[in-house]
């Protein structure tokens, strides 16, 4: 009887393990990213519903997937921390940043790279020769204030240009706008705006406007590319997911051999999904541009935890950010 009693209890046991194991995996994923050329794979696999093909490949069956589209990293990392999002498209400083705040609790890591794209920072007033060039008049548009990796690479050139003391003395002359917001202020020339932070197309579209011309790029202040944006998530989701996240990590990989394949069919794509009026042979060449380069990757974090750290924006930086920073499965350089 008492063997009876407890093989039924065993079968019972097994039964509720596999039923909760089958129910373990979330049936919908949430990915946010942001506005530009940077965030093509994200596109595509929206687009071609590569998450939905790949999670039914690894026996999840149906997932749904929704995509956001957010002004910046800030807006992001409050999402993944209060459990809205899955997976944020951060850029360099949003990713340390969250990073930092989440040790110990939710352990926000990136899980892959998307790209390194050089940032640009276009003028359109014919003064501005040099940083030493902005009047206290002046505005600069970034996607966010202070936090952004634009306003911070604007805080490492104006170390370069004042001292590491004056790291912050162009931030008074910053104000936070989406990429398009900022572009369409440069197109009309009548506002405070005479500069723009900006990534692609944005840039490019902006130098179609007679006098917007570059002041410098990312690649200048930094010496080299970094990525322009990670994907992140939470170790929560990481461990309780394992399925769905390698779905998406496999989801990722084949967006990225699509448009390294075929960069007028990304472009095309591009275009059709956005309504940019962008040129195709422009979209092209940005794509093929040295300073671009489409990879899973995560490319030189420590240039900015480097910085954060030498100047307190930072209060604990890694040691070794490519340990620290990153899930196992994401590749460094």
Do not use: C
Request: proline residues 4%.
């Amino acid at each position: 009887m008492w063997k009876t009693m407890i093989s039924a209890a065993a079968l019972a046991l097994a039964t509720f393990a596999a039923s909760t194991g089958a129910r373990a995996e979330a049936k919908e994923l949430r990915v946010a990213k942001q506005y530009g050329l940077g965030y093509i794979q994200l596109m595509l696999m929206e687009d071609q519903k590569l998450v939905e093909k790949h999670a039914k490949e690894a026996g999840l069956g149906d997932v749904k997937v929704t995509w956001s589209t957010f002004r910046s990293s800030d807006v992001m990392n409050d999402a993944l921390i209060s459990g809205n999002l899955d997976f944020a498209a951060l850029g360099p400083t949003g990713i340390i940043t969250i990073w930092s705040r989440t040790r110990g609790s939710f352990d926000v890591r990136a899980a892959s790279g998307l790209n390194a794209m050089a940032w640009t920072l276009n003028v359109r007033d014919p003064s501005i020769k040099a940083l030493r060039d902005f009047k206290p008049e002046h505005r600069i548009a970034v996607p966010a204030v202070k936090v952004s990796g634009q306003a911070t690479a604007l805080q490492i050139a104006a170390a370069k240009e004042w001292g590491d003391k004056e790291y912050e003395k162009l931030d008074s002359l910053t104000v936070s706008l989406s990429h398009p917001d900022a572009t369409a202020m440069m197109a009309a020339g009548k506002t405070e705006i005479v500069a723009s932070f900006t990534s692609p197309p944005f840039a490019d579209i902006q130098l179609r406007t007679p006098g917007v011309r570059t002041l410098m790029t990312s690649d200048d202040i930094l010496g080299g590319p970094v990525s322009f944006n990670v994907l992140a998530t939470t170790g929560k989701f990481r461990n309780d997911n394992p399925k769905l996240y390698g779905a998406f990590l496999a989801a990722l990989k084949e967006a990225t051999a699509i448009v390294a394949k075929d960069k007028g069919a990304a472009a095309d794509a591009y275009k059709r999904l956005t309504n940019d009026k962008s040129p195709r042979e422009d979209l092209i060449a940005i794509l093929d541009a040295k300073t671009t380069h489409i990879t899973t990757d995560v490319l030189n974090l420590g240039a900015f935890t480097d910085f954060m750290g030498k100047v307190g924006r930072l209060k604990n930086p890694p040691k070794d950010w490519k340990a620290e920073m990153l899930f196992p499965e994401a590749t460094a350089r």
